[in-house]
């Protein structure tokens, strides 16, 4: 089962750390690879259109005055992290306080968005990805030779293109009727 302490203890073994099994007590490479964890996940989710990381909901108009020139405001879901797309298809909206969109369109609303999935839920594919990101991003004040910083973010790069491929496969080309 994947976990955050194994994807931890993943991305410290390609800095030459042993391996880990818990996150309590650890020493300050663990516990910096435990905060770069928390700070890269949402991120980098967020920075690809990942299909393990898709939903679609839809908003809930909210009751309350309006600012103008916008007539509707609608609640954006919690935990997302990037639009992908709103419905109905109009471009006449904005996010605003990081939690509505304001509209000149009445609903219903539904928003495709990304959201960070549980742990357990990243598929393999992002995980091998995300181990080299986490690695990449430690390894400039772990590595004992300056050039282990660009190997690790080649890699990083690749793994990253692997798991882009991987991943668009779960969203298949449109085809018209």
Same mark, same amino acid.
């Not at 007539?71 to 709103?86: D, E, I, M, N, R």
């Not at 430690?138 to 190997?151: G, P």
């Given at each position: 089962?994947?976990?955050?302490?194994?994807?931890?203890?993943?991305?410290?073994?390609?800095?030459?750390?042993?391996?880990?099994?818990?996150?309590?007590?650890?020493?300050? @490479?663990?516990?910096?690879?435990?905060?770069?964890?928390?700070?890269?996940?949402?991120?980098? @989710?967020?920075?690809?259109?990942?299909?393990?990381?898709?939903?679609?909901?839809?908003?809930?108009? @909210?009751?309350?005055?309006? %600012?103008?020139?916008?007539?509707?405001?609608?609640?954006? %879901?919690?935990?997302? @992290?990037?639009?992908?797309?709103?419905?109905?298809?109009?471009?006449?909206?904005?996010?605003?306080?990081?939690?509505?969109?304001?509209?000149?369109?009445?609903?219903?609303?539904?928003?495709?968005?990304?959201?960070?999935?549980?742990?357990?839920?990243?598929?393999?594919?992002?995980?091998?990805?995300?181990?080299?990101?986490?690695?990449?991003?430690?390894?400039?004040?772990?590595?004992?030779?300056?050039?282990?910083?660009?190997?690790?973010?080649?890699?990083?790069?690749?793994?990253?293109?692997?798991?882009?491929?991987?991943?668009?496969?779960?969203?298949?080309?449109?085809?018209?009727?």
């Amino acid at each position: 089962m994947i976990t955050k302490t194994s994807i931890i203890s993943n991305a410290l073994a390609q800095l030459g750390h042993a391996p880990v099994v818990s996150l309590i007590n650890q020493d300050e @490479l663990v516990v910096a690879a435990e905060q770069a964890f928390d700070m890269l996940l949402p991120s980098k @989710l967020a920075e690809g259109n990942w299909r393990f990381a898709t939903k679609i909901e839809q908003l809930s108009q @909210l009751v309350e005055v309006v %600012p103008p020139p916008y007539k509707y405001a609608f609640q954006l %879901p919690s935990g997302w @992290l990037k639009v992908l797309k709103v419905y109905p298809n109009v471009y006449d909206w904005n996010i605003f306080n990081n939690d509505r969109i304001y509209t000149f369109q009445q609903g219903p609303w539904w928003m495709e968005f990304i959201f960070q999935p549980d742990v357990s839920r990243l598929p393999a594919h992002f995980v091998n990805y995300f181990v080299y990101e986490i690695a990449a991003y430690l390894c400039l004040s772990n590595a004992e030779k300056t050039d282990y910083y660009q190997a690790i973010k080649a890699e990083a790069i690749r793994q990253q293109g692997m798991a882009l491929a991987v991943d668009c496969q779960n969203h298949p080309e449109k085809h018209e009727a």
